[in-house]
Nanobody, 120 residues
Framework: QVQLVESGGGLVQAGGSLRLSCAAS????????MGWYRQAPGKQRELVAT???????NYADSVKGRFTISRDNAKNTVNLQMNTLKPEDTAVYYC??????????????WGQGTQVTVSS
């Protein structure tokens, strides 16, 4: 199966910035939409942002104007630039991709998660 490898999480003060990156670990597949989700302690996982192969983006209302998602279709990577971070952005962030392979058909792949902590 395709593995998604995330990087870029960490600890930052409120008002600061972080950039998350995610890369698919192998070839021989195609990817439709990619995105980022997050899960805070005691809460359900929620959508942060998604992007299609054509570059159409969708953001959660809580991050509009602060976060920017981008992708490189040739490299099968997706990034999330997070600016003006708030303590309520603290969560584990997960990369997601809708993958198709000859052997498995379509399925949703997930990264292992990367912690983002914003201190006040």
């Amino acid at each position: 199966q395709v593995q998604l490898v995330e990087s870029g999480g960490g600890l930052v003060q409120a008002g600061g910035s972080l950039r998350l990156s995610c890369a698919a670990s192998r070839s021989g597949f195609s990817i439709d939409s990619m995105g980022w989700y997050r899960q805070a302690p005691g809460k359900q996982r929620e959508l942060v942002a998604t992007i299609t192969t054509g570059g159409i983006t969708n953001y959660a209302d809580s991050v509009k104007g602060r976060f920017t998602i981008s992708r490189d279709n040739a490299k099968n990577t997706v990034n999330l630039q997070m600016n003006t971070l708030k303590p309520e952005d603290t969560a584990v962030y997960y990369c997601n991709a809708n993958v198709w392979t000859m052997s498995t058909g379509s399925y949703a792949a997930w990264g292992q998660g990367t912690q983002v902590t914003v201190s006040s």
